[in-house]
């Protein structure tokens, strides 16, 4: 079991930002493998798998003090412990949902949370018609509830689905309210206390930059004369204009 691996010395060096977000993409690599019972697993093939180079993960991993063994690699299970550990995914963070319009209710439904430690403890809006109404295993509550709950629910982690303008005032009111790791779907530019986290999940960047690669290579294809017209269909008339 995991839980049964000791732990080992944390007086390491601190991890940079950069490594930090390639964890949870190797973490997601680790379970399928030890779901599928592999015991060990090469630098190479988890940079393989994780989309990096095998120096980036051999890198990575120092900060975890996992070096591997020349040879055969990297224990699945105990590397699974170590970024779990790392990530403080051995324990629950509940989480409440600020804003419970149509992304706020799809995010209190999706069940994805719950299984990878994070329970949704609240949902809160401003909006006093929804207050009182019930969602999922949910009862809205008014969001100037949101310091009781916190104390009552234990509340770690806030995500606000707002809409913009709004956001703001959200952000201030969980960091008053003892929540300094915040999570913004909202479309909108915010600041926190330096003891406050903040990531943004921007969906209309990320389709921007989409569209963006999608033009390239569209660009690309057209003025490539290996790659021509559209070919016409073989039912199709000939132009006569």
Known sequence: MLGSVVAVDRSRRRIPEATVARLPVYLRTLVELHAEQTATISSERLAELAGVNAAKVRKDLSYLGSYGTRGVGYDVEYLLFQMSRELGLTKDWPVVIVGV??????LANYGGFSERGFPVAALVDADRAKVGTVLGEHRIHHIDDLPQLVA??????????????GAQDVADRLVAAGITSILNFAPAVLTVPPQASLR?????????????????????????????PPARPLDAPESVG
């Open 152 to 165: 009552d629910q234990g509340i770690a982690i806030g995500i606000i689905a707002t809409p913009a303008a």
């Open 101 to 106: 319009g149509n992304l706020g209710a799809a």
């Open 200 to 228: 943004k999940v921007d969906l209309a960047l990320e389709l921007q930059i989409l569209s963006f690669y999608r033009q390239r290579d569209a660009a690309a294809d057209a003025a490539d004369p290996a790659v021509g």
